[in-house]
């Protein structure tokens, strides 16, 4: 049985929550798993008068406390939004690190995920509610868990063979979110890692701007694959060939889709880092 911390390092997870959680918890707790949703609950009723933002440092003490207590196996965050890179400097990442457990989170996640120097998860702990915690539990069993991969065919200046990408370390997750960490001492080396990419609302030429934040911080140089995983409104409006002929612009190696990785209700997890 593993014992599940609830936080909430980004925008304010109750009340949009306040249906979701229990249906979370039952579901664990059908799987044989206790989540704890006690400290978010708490912060949320301390934060009534701020409902849009809860302290930042307080975001962080949850994660620690969390990170710290010897009765916790696992962390759990379905928060999202714009707000999880304020935790980051208030955040005793030597504590952390002493104490290294799964973290799993998605979207607005990327960037706390992409900061801590362990493997972490990519993945929305809510769409276990209906699709089970198989890749969770592969997590816990330090497997590493990888998507099914579908090869793009390549650029002039890339390669189409794909399938030794899942055999490498992945950074990335949410374009947007993941760039957060740009500038700071917490964006990661991506030599020899995979730079998964997706999204959900970015327009194509958002991306088109995202990408080339990438590209002047040399992320593509260094990478040794790129993944697509889902982009929602761009492959809403019909434009995922768009999409990839704007990533493989950019792509110097191997490039692929991974079709079941985003904001869909069915996504599959990643292992990071």
């Known amino acids: 049985m593993t014992h599940f911390a609830l936080t909430s390092c980004s925008n304010p997870t109750l009340p949009w929550a306040q249906d979701k959680l229990p249906k979370l918890v039952q579901a664990l707790e059908a799987a044989g798993h206790i989540l704890d949703t006690s400290a978010v609950e708490a912060l949320a009723r301390e934060s009534a008068q701020t409902p849009d933002r809860w302290d930042p440092r307080e975001r962080a003490r949850i994660l620690e406390r969390a990170f710290a207590a010897p009765d916790v196996d696992a962390i ?10 304020e935790i980051l400097p208030h955040l005793d990442f030597e504590a952390v690190s002493a104490h290294p457990k799964l973290m799993v989170g998605y979207s607005d996640m990327s960037c706390v995920l992409g ?32 998507p099914e991969l579908v090869p793009v065919a ?24 993941f760039l957060k960490l740009a500038g700071t001492p917490w964006w990661p080396d991506l030599a020899g890692h995979v730079l998964l990419l997706e999204g959900q609302g970015p327009s194509l030429t ?34 995922r ?31 990071l880092g």
């Open 154 to 177: 390549p650029s002039k200046r890339g390669a189409a063979e794909t399938s030794h990408l899942t055999g490498l370390p992945w950074a990335g997750g949410n374009i947007r979110c």
């Open 76 to 85: 759990l965050d379905i928060s999202g939004g714009d707000l999880a890179n």
């Open 206 to 239: 958002a991306v088109a701007a995202l990408l080339g934040h990438h590209e002047a911080l040399g992320s593509f140089e260094r990478a040794a694959g790129v993944v697509v995983g889902q982009f929602t409104k761009i492959d809403e409006a019909g434009q």
């Open 115 to 146: 900061a801590l120097p362990f493997p972490t998860l990519l993945w929305n702990p809510l769409v276990g509610i209906t699709e089970g915690f198989e890749e969770l539990d592969q997590a816990l069993a330090r497997d590493v868990v990888r």
């Open 241 to 271: 060939g768009q999409l990839l002929d704007l990533v493989r612009e950019y792509a110097r190696g191997p490039l692929a889709e991974a079709p079941s990785v985003g904001h869909s209700l069915t996504s599959g997890a990643v292992t």
